[in-house]
């Protein structure tokens, strides 16, 4: 018969008791730690998001302001029909193009968003630890 290994030997000299509350304090462990991956990635997804969305809004503000200037510069070109109207059209242009610049910054700043891959990732590994390793069997 060969010696007992040292887990066999901890297992043999160890309450029940013990063992389960050893048990329940490494989950309690691993659920905090869990919780705090999570509250950490959640806090960096919600900053990404509202750098994006801050963007959003800016570049539909700037559509707002493209609308505005267009419509004053066909109301002008039309009531006056002299070049003094196109200097709105130019004006109305720049703000289509800080429009069309802020709307493709901000999508590419929500695309960056990635949820709470690593809290998934370490979560489905929670099962396997349940799982009797090959020193126990």
């Known amino acids: ?11 043999a000299t160890t309450s029940l008791g013990e063992l389960v509350g ?3 304090r490494d989950m309690s462990t691993l659920m905090r730690q ?3 991956l999570a509250k950490a990635e959640v806090k960096e997804s919600a900053s990404q998001s509202a750098k994006g969305a801050g963007l959003l809004g800016g ?8 609308v505005l200037f267009l419509s004053i510069a066909l109301w002008a070109a039309l009531a006056l029909l002299v070049g003094d109207a196109w200097s709105a059209v130019i004006v109305a242009v720049i ?3 800080i429009g069309g610049i802020l ?3 901000g999508r590419t700043q929500l695309k960056k968003v ?3 891959p690593q809290t998934a990732a370490t979560l489905q590994e929670i099962p396997e630890a349940f ?6 069997r």
């Open 1 to 11: 018969m060969t010696d007992p290994t040292p887990s066999e030997r901890r297992a």
């Open 22 to 24: 050893e048990v329940t």
């Open 34 to 36: 869990e919780l705090a």
């Open 59 to 66: 570049a539909g503000y700037a559509a707002g302001m493209a």
């Open 95 to 97: 703000w289509a193009v």
């Open 103 to 105: 709307f493709a910054v």
């Open 114 to 116: 990635q949820g709470v």
């Open 131 to 136: 799982t009797r390793n090959e020193e126990n």
